[in-house]
């Protein structure tokens, strides 16, 4: 396969993103959102899935870490589309089960075309550095919509909040990863309807 990549900007009142994605990487990152703890996090989602990736966000933290989280979600997905392209030949599906110390955190991906949430992680304060934990769900969410996949996340043994939210990022690149890697056996789109 030729590298899959894909760049994708979103201008609105509330955000200005520019971002670039290389599924076929070695997990080089540039990450600036404003929000330094959503930048750990998508670190960690950029080295454990091996994507190249790059991502600058000006977005109106003066309000709070809503829109910026939320559209950086939207905008990912949209690379994430672009850069599998029609899915010939990959796997489709990925999961992963990933421990972090007391934590532990399952994955599981289907790039179907059939945008779907399952969201299952209990957080126990408000905030991590400045992001609001309640938008590491609304994240994922808006990645599974854009992206058009079937999302299922979930902490199967919870613990620190740190560690519950860095095991879900991970876990995800794992599993995305997974999905997006090549089928050698599989010459067409991984169907039996014949189309995603």
């Known amino acids: 396969?030729?590298?899959?990549?894909?760049?994708?900007?979103?201008?609105?009142?509330?955000?200005?993103?520019?971002?670039?994605?290389?599924?076929?990487?070695?997990?080089?990152?540039?990450?600036?959102?404003?929000?330094?703890?959503?930048?750990?996090?998508?670190?960690?989602?950029?080295?454990?899935?091996?994507?190249?990736?790059?991502?600058?966000?000006?977005?109106?933290?003066?309000?709070?870490?809503?829109?910026?989280?939320?559209?950086?979600?939207?905008?990912?997905?949209?690379?994430?589309a672009e850069a599998v392209g029609d899915?010939?030949?990959?796997?489709?599906?990925?999961?992963?089960?990933?421990p972090m110390d007391e934590t532990l955190a399952l994955?599981?991906?289907?790039?179907?075309?059939?945008?779907?949430?399952?969201?299952?992680?209990?957080?126990?304060?408000?905030?991590?550095g400045t992001l609001d934990t309640e938008m590491i769900r609304e994240f994922f969410q808006a990645v599974a919509y854009s992206a058009g996949m079937n999302l299922h996340l979930k902490i199967l043994e919870n613990g620190n909040n740190h560690h519950m939210a860095e095991a879900l990022f991970k876990a995800f690149g794992k599993a995305l990863d997974m999905a997006v890697s090549e089928e050698p056996r599989m010459k067409e789109v991984w169907s039996t309807k014949g189309t995603l």
Request: proline residues 3%; contains cysteine; glycine residues 10%.
């Open 87 to 98: 899915k010939t030949g990959i796997k489709r599906y990925g999961y992963f089960i990933l």
């Open 107 to 128: 994955c599981a991906v289907d790039l179907s075309g059939r945008p779907y949430l399952k969201f299952d992680a209990d957080f126990t304060v408000p905030r991590l």
């Open 1 to 80: 396969m030729e590298k899959r990549t894909a760049a994708c900007a979103r201008t609105t009142k509330e955000t200005d993103i520019s971002l670039t994605l290389c599924l076929d990487g070695e997990g080089r990152h540039d990450i600036d959102t404003g929000v330094p703890f959503f930048d750990h996090m998508l670190s960690g989602f950029a080295r454990h899935g091996l994507f190249d990736f790059s991502v600058k966000v000006k977005g109106d933290l003066e309000v709070d870490s809503h829109h910026t989280v939320e559209d950086t979600g939207i905008v990912l997905g949209q690379a994430i």
